[in-house]
């Protein structure tokens, strides 16, 4: 059998990915913090267990976990984490993003 997901492009886990699918809904487990440039910018991204994709970290997901986890990324991983999508607007226009739960 060949795994579809396997051939997906998107490399870093969006709110169409999160709300569509199952394997990225209920409780998920960090495996990885890596650092990374996307457009230009520094930032940090989480692997999970199990999940190809991984999470680019926004302003807001970043707080969450410094606010639960503390500021060492070392600490973060085997902590358990939930996705959850929401409305939002951005650059004036309304769309959906993906919140980190804990």
Do not use: C, H
Request: proline fraction near 2%; aromatic fraction near 4%.
């Amino acid at each position: 059998m060949v795994n579809a997901n396997e051939f997906k492009t998107a490399k870093y886990i969006n709110a169409t990915m999160a709300s569509e699918d199952k394997a990225l809904q209920g409780k998920l487990r960090i495996a990885s913090v890596d650092e990374t440039e996307i457009e230009g910018k520094r930032k940090l991204v989480i692997g999970m267990q199990g999940i190809q994709n991984k999470l680019a970290l926004n302003q807001t997901n970043l707080k969450t976990l410094i606010n639960s986890l503390g500021p060492d990324t070392d600490k973060w991983v085997g902590a358990e984490i939930s996705l959850k999508v929401v409305p939002t607007t951005f650059n004036g226009q309304a769309t959906a993003s993906v919140v980190l739960v804990r």
